[in-house]
């Protein structure tokens, strides 16, 4: 069984930084798209930013500049830099990745963001 665990969420001002982090486990043949979502109170799940398996990275106009994904194969790790949070950004974070084909997401991991 494959698994993604996310990690770093936590509290913060606005303007502050955070780094999340996401690690895939188990028997791991191929790892695909890497993506981290989010979801606010009330609103629906949407991704925020994702990168593929050859690098090339996706990002919503709302966090571009601002956040980073980043990727390391030899780890089964994804990340993801998070600078000039605003109080929009709070959420549950989940990690998400295409692991030998299956789409597999984590349990989030939460971001608050003070005014």
């Known amino acids: 069984q494959v698994t993604v665990a996310e990690s770093g969420g936590g509290l913060v001002q606005a303007g502050g930084s955070l780094s999340l982090s996401c690690k895939a486990t188990g028997i791991i043949f191929i790892i695909g798209r890497m993506a981290w979502y989010r979801q606010a109170p009330g609103k629906q799940r949407e991704l925020v930013a994702e990168?593929?398996?050859?690098?090339?990275?996706i990002y919503i106009d709302s966090v571009k500049g601002r956040f980073t994904i980043s990727r390391e194969n030899a780890n089964n790790m994804v990340y993801l830099r998070m600078d000039s949070l605003e109080p929009e950004d709070t959420g549950v974070y989940y990690c998400n990745a295409e692991l030998n084909g299956d789409e597999i997401w984590g349990f989030g991991t939460q971001v608050t963001v003070s005014s």
């Open positions: 990168v593929g398996s050859d690098g090339t990275t």
